[in-house]
């Protein structure tokens, strides 16, 4: 049983292009996250919704934008999208104590 | 300054060496500390967990914690191939949405 899910697992497309990253938690959590990592590494947040209500909304272009259409989904929908959009994006839901990461969409844009 | 900083590596020892990986945060309020472990194309996972000053170990690792310095440790004894991965210190502090603020991570190499 995947805990955190992810759906697409890769994803390549043009400049200019809108699409959406799926997410699921089957571990009951209240709170789930998106995260960016970039080339060198670096994870950071972006978004974090508490049972469907957005809790955290870092300095990301409004061209990003998270649903949360119930506590286990949270999806990221990206438009115009632009080559410094490319990294892994990853999903995370808040347990007790920690984080667990889903396994990471990669989005090359060209 | 970076809120969470780590030396970026790469860090090279032996295999049964020490691995000593280290952390200094800028928020005097954070509250939680972590060391996550990434293997190059994978997520990260959880490898410790710290909330007070002092040490706390779990198996081959050990976390220190130092809130008046501001700096957090992993160390890794009889450190193995496998341990090689990028290790990424994270800091959290409760401001209504437990946000976690991540170093860019530490690579260390186990050579066999």
Known sequence: DTAVSQTPKYLVTQMGND???????NLGHDTMYWYKQDSKKFLKIMF??????LIINETVPNRFSPKSPDKAHLNLHIN????GD?????CASRGRETQYFGPGTRLLVL | QKEVEQNSGPLSVPEGAIAS?????????SQSFFWYRQYS???????MSIYSNGDK???????QLNKASQYVSLLIRDSQPSDSATYLCAVMRDTGGFKTIFGAGTRLFVKA
């Open chain 1, 19 to 25: 699409k959406s990253i799926k997410c699921e938690q």
């Open chain 1, 48 to 53: 974090s919704y508490n049972n469907k209500e």
């Open chain 1, 80 to 83: 115009s999208l632009e080559l």
């Open chain 1, 86 to 90: 490319s990294a892994v994006y990853f």
């Open chain 2, 21 to 29: 990986l280290n952390c200094t945060y800028s928020d005097r309020g």
């Open chain 2, 41 to 47: 194309g994978k997520s990260p996972e959880l490898i």
């Open chain 2, 57 to 63: 170990e779990d198996g081959r690792f050990t976390a």
